[in-house]
Nanobody
Framework: QVQLVESGGGLVQAGGSLRLSCAAS????????MGWFRQAPGKEREFVAA????????YYPDSVKGRFTISRDNAKDTVYLQMNSLKPEDTAVYYC???????????????????WGQGTQVTVSS
């Protein structure tokens, strides 16, 4: 079992930055890969970033590449999402997720993750 709790969301102006955190508990954090997703009203859940167990490997979709950075601190059982140059279209509920059966896989589909946090709202005003 893995429990995930996100924090750090809020309201920010376009061009601003936010850093989301996701604290994990349960299974040994360094034993699995992690990801971030987001979901805007009326839209499907969208992949944002993934990171391997060590943090050495990451993957992003084109929509956030160069603006968002995923990282992890295995000593603190926490994964982060640094979001820069935010745009109004980044507005969504952001979720962290654990791919607890894999250490290296950088999964992009929501169904490939088996544990989810409750989400944190990010609103970017124009």
């Amino acid at each position: 079992q893995v429990q995930l709790v996100e924090s750090g969301g809020g309201l920010v102006q376009a061009g601003g930055s936010l850093r989301l955190s996701c604290a994990a508990s349960g299974r040994t954090f360094s034993s699995y890969a992690m990801g971030w997703f987001r979901q805007a009203p009326g839209k499907e859940r969208e992949f944002v970033a993934a990171i391997s167990w060590s943090g050495e490997n990451t993957y992003y979709p084109d929509s956030v590449k160069g603006r968002f950075t995923i990282s992890r601190d295995n000593a603190k059982d926490t994964v982060y999402l640094q979001m820069n140059s935010l745009k109004p279209e980044d507005t969504a509920v952001y979720y962290c997720a654990a791919d607890s059966d894999h250490r290296f896989r950088l999964a992009v589909l929501a169904r490939e993750y088996n544990y989810w946090g409750q989400g944190t709202q990010v609103t970017v005003s124009s």
